[in-house]
């Protein structure tokens, strides 16, 4: 028998841009939490991970949620060295709300808030889009981020020199091309695989 | 014994052992480990599951195609070109990434007040003389790899039930929107590291 795609009634939407805590639904089953292996529990890296619909979908391919998952950790929690987290938040909330992602632009632009605290510079990106003006240093993460984001990507040395310009060293560069690009996988699979839904 | 796959990131990027690129790789060295990780996972799997070798590459190919990157094109066609099962769909993938191409993101926003940033542009259909080669699984793998390439804001319940209706499993499903979304990752560490990379040796001449 063929399988079903679930089609949500999702009560007042999200259909803005926002920083709250908004939720999300899936359009296909996830395993249940009782059927879940130890290849599954490795998959997920984290035991908390099983209570997310979301990433009890992904674990579905078990193999590539845990390199996925670790690349993830690593670009936005690695912080000895390099981009403050605030900076690798802003990337990932730019490539988002250039692409749209309403659930992935709420988680993201409260952690750029969060560690930022320029909460109100974080919602004129998201109110006003990435032309919003947020400062040169940050004005040019955002640019960066979004030239990375186009499809095809439109990324040329003249961002690489204003991100130099703006006081980023290679590694700290080559931090916001990490997050602008892994934020490229997570659009996809968030808008594609399920919906937001209001803040509870 | 077999060698060790080469790092697909460094490879398309241009980075040699030794280079500026590759110490600042190195100063990531989780990041660069579970990329290539990530890669393995989904073109060289223990077990190939519910998508075959041939369309895993296929629909990577396209990806590349459509973000037209002619060097990571050819690195996921390469293995097609390599095989009786897939050397047919060489030709085939030129044609249909010739009439896929766009300029994206774009799509219409559920209505509300971002609905005045829809931006129109095309949907892509698979040829009608490629249908039939393709067959009807690679065919909804192609249209729903654009959609997520293209149109991702304009993704839905609908899209996922027409892979359903086409052969497609629902674990399947998954593997394949990782796959379409890991392209699209690596792609943009690529065109980034390679730039980042020219500009570093330009800045050391």
Known sequence: ?????????????????????????????????????????????????????????????????????????????????????????????????????????????????????????????????????????????????????????????????????????????????????FFNWANRLMLSLGEPTPAS | MTLASPDVIDLLSGISPGSALDRIRAQRPETREQAQKSYLALFQPEEFGDVSLTERHAVASFVAGLHRQPDVFDFYVNTLEESVAGRWLVELLKAEIGAGRATGPYGSYPDGPLSTENVAGPIYKVSAASREALGPKLTAAFEHAHLLVFRLREANPQALQVLLDAGWTTSGIVTLSQLVSFVAFQIRVIAGLSLLATATKRAAA
Not at chain 1, 2 to 22: G, K, L, S, Y
Not at chain 1, 74 to 82: C, E, K, L, Q
Not at chain 1, 114 to 129: A, F, N, T
Not at chain 1, 142 to 155: I, K, M, R, Y
């Open chain 1, 1 to 181: 028998m063929t399988e079903r795609a679930i089609t949500p009634t999702v009560a007042n939407p999200p259909v803005a841009f926002t920083q709250d805590e908004i939720g999300w639904t899936p359009w296909l089953p996830p395993l249940g939490e009782d059927d879940l292996t130890e290849r599954h529990l490795k998959g997920l890296v984290e035991a908390a991970r099983a209570k997310s619909p979301y990433f009890r979908l992904l674990v579905r391919d078990p193999e590539v949620l845990e390199a996925r998952t670790k690349t993830d950790k690593d670009i936005f929690y690695n912080t000895r060295s390099g981009l403050p987290r605030a900076e690798r938040e802003l990337a990932a909330t730019a490539a988002s709300r250039f692409n749209g992602c309403i659930f992935c632009a709420s988680v993201h632009s409260r952690f750029a808030t969060h560690h930022s605290k320029r909460g109100e510079d974080v919602q004129r990106l998201l109110d006003e889009g990435v032309d919003a003006d947020l400062g040169e240093r940050w004005n040019a993460i955002v640019a960066a981020s979004v030239a990375l984001t186009a499809t095809p990507p439109v990324f040329t040395e003249d961002h690489i020199a204003r991100l130099a310009a703006a006081g980023l060293d290679e590694l700290e560069i080559a931090d916001v091309i990490h997050g602008a690009a």
